[in-house]
């Protein structure tokens, strides 16, 4: 999947205030690379993740998938491209309380409308991956935030995106779970052959990346 930006911006109302979250960015990704995109809180890395996985609109630019403008497509065609062509990963894990680590990854899948014993298969061989087979029954609660994290990056894959979006993925994480995810994702990226996007303050991401783009105040550049 190729992902292109042109003078993208997010602009914000905040009382009598404007604030610009994301600035003329132009950022294209292709090849399954790992990508970091690196800056302070409040530099705007996560607006641009929303931007970018089609759960946001910009207030002026445009996001290219593939080459088609994003902005002509209606609200179907972008929930399609959400849940097929990419997977998403949150700091905060956003499972499902009330679903097993198994129902939490075929919940994807399910609204792909793909068959019950393709989800059950597949989710359970993704949790085998994730090293968590033998958790797949257990609820969100009864998981560490390592566990919880793992049962996320599963349910991202469920339908073999293309690219992996994630959101300071080991932000809530000590070290050496944080160490395991990043090997986790690295794996995504070299065995799948999946792109995969990272907000981050970690430094082990960085060291890990392909590229890495910095963000400040808005503004987007390339380190490199």
Known sequence: MK????NLSRSFHVGSS???????????????????????????KSTLLNLIGLNDYPTSGQIFINDIDTSRLANHER??????????????FNLFPTLSALENVELPMSLAKRSQGEQS?????LLEIVGLAQRSNHRPKQLSMGEMQRVAIAR??????????????????????AKEIISLLEDINKRD????????????????????????????????
């Not at 604030?19 to 690196?38: G, T, W």
């Not at 981050?200 to 808005?218: R, S």
Request: charged share 25%; glycine share 8%; no cysteine.
């Open 79 to 92: 929930r399609r491209i959400r849940n097929t062509n990419m997977g998403f990963v949150f700091q905060t």
């Open 156 to 177: 991202a894959l469920a339908n073999k995106p293309e690219i992996i979006i994630a959101d300071e993925p080991t932000g809530e994480l000590d070290s050496k779970t």
């Open 18 to 44: 404007q604030i610009a979250a994301v600035r003329s960015v132009n950022l294209e990704i292709s090849d399954p690379k790992l990508v970091a995109i690196v800056g302070p809180s409040g530099s705007g």
């Open 193 to 224: 052959k999946t792109t995969v996007v990272v907000a981050t303050h970690d430094e082990k991401i960085v060291g890990a990346a392909d590229a890495v783009h910095t963000m400040q105040d808005g503004w987007l550049k390339t380190d490199g």
């Open 3 to 6: 992902i292109r930006t042109v």
């Open 121 to 125: 298969e597949r989710a359970f061989r």
